[in-house]
């Protein structure tokens, strides 16, 4: 199970997340949602350990990660993909991905198997040999989460992993990611499609002004009347 506790984020007068505590098992599909500046992201990097919160934890399964480096909560089992692909562009897919594979690789020969392996898993190995910078967006995409995945992650978060992606793509991405998730990787999503949040979810949060102002299914966030006055402009 992932933690969170009372989490707060200030950044001098501005509170980018105020608050916000939840319980998320492993079988169960997570989408935040909420208006641009709501705190999904920096919620996130909380959450990976890039950022550490002013206050309140995070835990994964009994054990706090908060204060550990992002490169040691990788480890433990927390990894992430981030809203702009930013990939090497001069390396091969299957080198991309190997970068994320060494986070618990000890040779060339195992980060190579653990990076064909989470090509495979994304549907990307016949393109394991082309150079990143020749790679469509959707395969941009798939790469981001080739490389969290090939840390071995108990838990991935995805952030907007959707985005720029036409409806037919975002359904192929969430196909990939639903066999992902059925052999046993929990997932979190920051997501503005709401057709994916909708087919995809078990939960949703929707955060306002960083704090938690619905959660439960899509349909009774979806409909809540907060919910749509924040976000759906209704």
Partial sequence: MLEVRDIKVQFGGLVAVDGVS???ERDKIL???GPNGAGKTTLFTVLSGFLRPSQGTVSLDGEVLTG???HRVAIKGVARTFQIVRPFRDLTALDNVMVGAYCRAKSYREAAQLAS???DEVGLSPKRDFLAAYLTLPDLKLLEVAKALATGPKYLLLD???SGLNLKEQ???ALKLETIHARGVGILLVEHSLAIVQRMSDRVI???SGRMIADGTSEAVMSSPAVQAAYMGI
Avoid: T, Y
């Fill in 160 to 162: 907007e992993v959707m």
């Fill in 22 to 24: 939840f319980n998320i």
């Fill in 206 to 208: 929707c955060l306002d």
């Fill in 117 to 119: 392996e989470a090509l």
């Fill in 68 to 70: 550990l480096p992002a």
């Fill in 171 to 173: 359904h192929d991405v």
């Fill in 31 to 33: 989408s935040i949602i």
